[in-house]
């Protein structure tokens, strides 16, 4: 949710954004604005963290029956509408200009990959305001175009960060199988990337697959021992996290 070794490869342009490390999904709002904090700070870059920690404050509804629930209702929709009719503007009018740099000169690296990191954010974001048919396919089709344009510029630049949002759109489109699959091969040739495993640790995580999600962070601090990509802390809460869970569970067990 991400969402920091998030270091813009050289072929990407001072623009570029670094791959964000995303929290175990949706699912999970508080942890996904961490780990995209946690990404925003390693990269410094044109993409702003995910809100899904303040949309759970705007679908609560009252159940009186003096239709204090249908005001609160309306209430928390035409927010939400608001705010994404306010996001939409903001992430259309940066798409537009990116897109019509690169329909001037196609071979724009730094305007392609900022193109891909404007829609993987603004995808990212509305998917967490969401609530009708029609904004789940928008926000589908924003990471569509996310995903297409990592695709272009894949094809020409073998960039590290593009790889891993890459998988996270996957991911964010429900293709949490696929996202696994695509991380774990790319780790399994760029084994010295900690952004990736440590967003491969998330999505096991996020699966129920924790003994996966403990080894994937494990190795995110194997790899960047001096915390070069700024992924320690993150990680190492995520471990702490996974260690209480497990005491818990335990003295749960023994209780009974």
Known sequence: ??????????????????????????????????????????????????LSAIV??????????????VASSDSAAATTSSYMDQLDSRYSATASSLE?????????????????????TWGDMARNYASTDDEQAHVTDLLQKAEGYYDTYLASNDAKAAHVNRALCQYYLGDTDGAIAALEQFCAGTADYAPAWANLGMIYEDAGETDKATDAYNKALEVDPDDTCGMKSFVTSKLQSITSSDAA???TADAE
């Open 100 to 120: 019509s740099k690169l329909e001037a000169n196609p071979d724009d690296a730094a305007s392609l990959i900022n193109l891909a990191n404007t829609y993987l």
């Open 56 to 69: 759970s404050g705007m679908k609560a509804s009252s159940s009186s029956a003096d239709g204090s629930d």
């Open 249 to 251: 569970t335990d003295t």
């Open 1 to 50: 949710m991400a969402s920091k070794a998030k270091k813009s490869d050289k072929e990407m342009g001072t623009d570029e954004q670094s791959e964000r490390t995303v929290n175990p999904a949706s699912r999970r709002p508080l942890v996904l604005v961490a780990v995209v904090l946690v990404s925003i700070i390693m990269v410094g870059s044109i993409l702003l963290p995910s």
